[in-house]
């Protein structure tokens, strides 16, 4: 799918004809309006409350390069804000770093579909009303995801929300998602208010949200007798308490009550952890206590390490900075895995470091215990060469710095630049996005993954995940894409491919590491399968092989991918997966903290080998989406082609295991067979 400026011409056109609200549905009308829904809907709209929607979406099976089975679902969209646009736009995203096994469902009852035109949307006209679908009797598990979304309003103002969304899962239907999506915060109660700009920050599997908050375009809120936010803050928001007949609006009059979903102590529903901060505080992390209290972890732009649970109580120091690290840069990183040579007991920390020449040539990892104190620290400092120990291509040379920190992401997330997990067999795994040979400002587009292995000893080496170094073609040297017999069916390539020679940021988003390993990555591919058109951006999974301290790349899915929604009855095109905005890494791009640590259903496979698709305990990706509404097996954008009908939505796309193998084919078009 190469298009002439693809990352940023997408900014205006999914907003100009791109519904995105939420689920796997499509209205009854098709094209615009679509069946979003209005973040300002509380109880007094008469057409009833959006604040807290349930439903179920069915996760459709299909299968990667080599032919490993995993599932997507579009958990959720985002709001309707302007007449003139069909949707917001997606920004950070987050998901929990655990699984919680053995939890009730939430509720006892579930907005069910499998038809065209149903849908959450109390707007009848929009949507025909969904039947009912109690979950499981029985105990299941518990996973979290959220996102912030950004548009312009009705009246012009810039809308801010952040969006969660609860997932429940039964171990007998693992496939079958059980969604509450909540409005967690808005910044206005209205489309003419403004009174805060968001960063996302973190979710936990109980839902808990932390995320920031600052007063930059604050435009003078409309909201009657409400104040502006000031500086910078950090909010935490117990979504599963939301009252889903009230806002959530973000302002500075907290101590007053304003327009804040508080709720009652000792739990409340939102709390303000960091007020009025005059120190640029990035946006945060949240990791657990042994009382239940989430815990706040962060940093800021002055080189501190932030930690603690309720206002009054947050320690600031630089107590995080290894030896070598003279600063950081970016946002903080977390993984609940602990390591030996960090001596952590309540996970590990990691941020890119910066070295006494003001260069990002290290990852600054750091254990915490149950208080969020530093118990040891490492300064990962990347060695002139690093060769990847699949292929044996090294690093071009140069400064070689780590990456996609820079421009808003300090400011709007999201979470981390630094991916921390653990290995089958017990080493600490870092992983983080380089440029190289140089970095140029934010907008470098040869990039590659770099790894360093920690043994429990200590001990360090290095390999690279993936590459690509400028070239493409048949002659290109970029890290090869395989098929499952390892036939070389691709390669790695720049932005700028893509892009037609405009370099327009990365080429290769953060990394994500699961629970056995693997490293998973958005990034710039040539398919050499498809000669007319072979640039895309596709969602890679490396898959790590422990004993050669290797990685070879799996294809998951591309632009241009097709699925068939099992609750729409429509199949959808992924028509953009997003790595850059106009000059760096986009904030929508895909982050460390966007994946589970846990494996499938919040377990860990010891003995599978690491290509099993049970290691991925669940990720998710912004997404833009198109449903052929007309089921007439194209996907027209409505805002080009004349009479089209076909809908087009930005969602939180889930990428999970189903628990079984899929076959799809022409007699089997869905990929579902018996489980």
Known sequence: MNRPLLFVTWIAACCAAAPASAQDSVSKVGCLPGDTVAPWADATDPLGSEQVNRYVVDMTPFNTSWGTTFAVAPVAKGSKTALQFTGSLLSGQTMSSRALRNVPFPSNAYAYWTTAGQGISNDTSLNDPAGVLAPPTTLGVQQAAAFAEFSSTFGGASYNGIISTLINISDAAPSRLFVTRTVAAINGCDEASNSSQFGMGSIDAQGRLIFRADDFGASGSNCVGLVNIVDDNIFKVATALRDGNVLNVVSNDYLSGGQFDIGTGPNFTTEWLVRNNVTVTSPPSIAPTPSGTPLYIGTDQAAGYLRGTAFGGITTDSSHLATGAANHRGNISYTPRNHASVASTNGICGIVGYDANNKASLMNVWGINSTGAVTG?????????????????????????????????????????????????????????????????????????????????????????????????????????LDGAGNIIGRMVSTSDVTIGSLLGPSCSSPMIDSAGNIWFLGVWENFTNPVDPFDTALFRAVYDRTAFSYRLEMVFSTGKTFRGRNSGRRYQLTFLEIADSNSVSSAAPFSNNICADGWMGRVYPTHPTKSPAHLGGLVINAGIRYDWDNDGSFDNCSTVIGATDESYNVLLYVGYPGYQAHEGPTNPSGLIAQ
């Not at 690093?395 to 820079?406: A, S």
């Not at 630094?418 to 795994?429: E, H, K, P, S, T």
């Not at 400028?470 to 090869?480: D, Q, R, V």
């Open 377 to 481: 620290k490492l300064a990962l400092v990347r060695p002139a060469t690093i060769t990847d120990n699949s292929t044996g291509a090294t690093n071009l040379p140069g400064t070689n710095e780590f990456d996609n920190w820079g421009s808003q992401v300090g400011f709007r997330g999201g979470n981390g630049h630094v991916a921390i997990g653990v290995d089958q067999g017990g080493n600490m795994l870092v992983a983080g996005m380089m440029s190289h040979p140089n970095k140029v400002g934010t907008n470098t587009g040869t990039n590659c993954i770099a790894v360093a292995r920690v043994t429990t000893a200590g001990a360090v080496s290095w390999t690279l995940a993936s590459y690509n170094d400028g070239t493409s073609g048949p002659t290109g040297t970029g890290k090869p894409v």
